[in-house]
């Protein structure tokens, strides 16, 4: 008699020592079919693969976690996606929900609470980790941008190349990355500093940083 199938998980994570770490406590329950370290390469290794679950970190270079969610709901994707950060802020957490998440835990909380979340996942729930879930369903049940988060009143292709932007990347450069002309990326940033009320690229890197779309 053969053995029930393990499920297959995809693991995206920039940091070598994390992702070691998230292979060895998954591997006893689950085949990793790769690990990743940007957005980008998650949304097409997700594609090509078609693992069971994703577990994705929220920062990371190029495309954040959520943002690869937005790209890959987008294309019809259903896969389920479980967040592991560092971020104890509530409001990540909105947006990984918002944007279709299925689960979200704290990194300091993995040996305990990520294989849960992975199964309430493949079994169609949603897992939210107990230190955020007051605020963020507490926030939930007031509406839509009740937590005052700025970043939601952005498009998922101004997000992306807000993101760009802080990371350094020049005009050109973002307009190679994405296949857009570079007065295209240049009425994106435009539409940014205005809906932002923002004047200058600086003040822009700073409202990603701030906001968690980059990294220091």
Avoid: C
Avoid at 89 to 114: N, P, W
């Amino acid at each position: 008699m053969s053995l029930p199938r393990r499920p297959r998980v995809l693991l995206a994570d920039d940091h070598l020592v994390v992702a070691q770490a998230l292979q060895s406590l998954l591997s006893p329950e689950f085949d990793l079919v790769d690990v990743v370290a940007d957005g980008r390469a998650l949304v097409e290794a997700a594609v090509r693969l078609r693992p069971d679950v994703i577990v994705a970190d929220v920062s990371m270079p190029q495309l954040n976690g959520i943002e690869a969610l937005v790209q890959l709901r987008q294309g019809g994707d259903r896969v389920p996606v479980v967040f592991l950060t560092m971020h104890r802020d509530a409001t990540f957490a909105r947006r990984a929900l918002d944007a279709g998440a299925s689960g979200f835990v704290l990194k300091h909380s993995a040996s305990t609470e990520l294989i849960t979340a992975i199964r309430a996942a493949l079994e169609g729930k949603t897992y939210l980790t107990p230190q955020l879930a007051g605020e963020v369903l507490g926030a939930m049940m007031q509406g839509p941008g009740s937590d005052g988060d700025p970043v939601a009143r952005l498009t998922p292709r101004q997000r992306e190349i807000l993101q760009l932007v802080a990371e350094g990347r020049s005009t050109k450069q973002i307009a190679s990355h994405l296949a857009i002309s570079a007065r295209t990326v240049e009425f994106h940033k435009y539409q940014l500093m205005e809906t932002l009320e923002l004047h200058s690229t600086a003040e822009l890197v700073h409202f990603a940083i701030k906001h968690g779309l980059v990294e220091l």
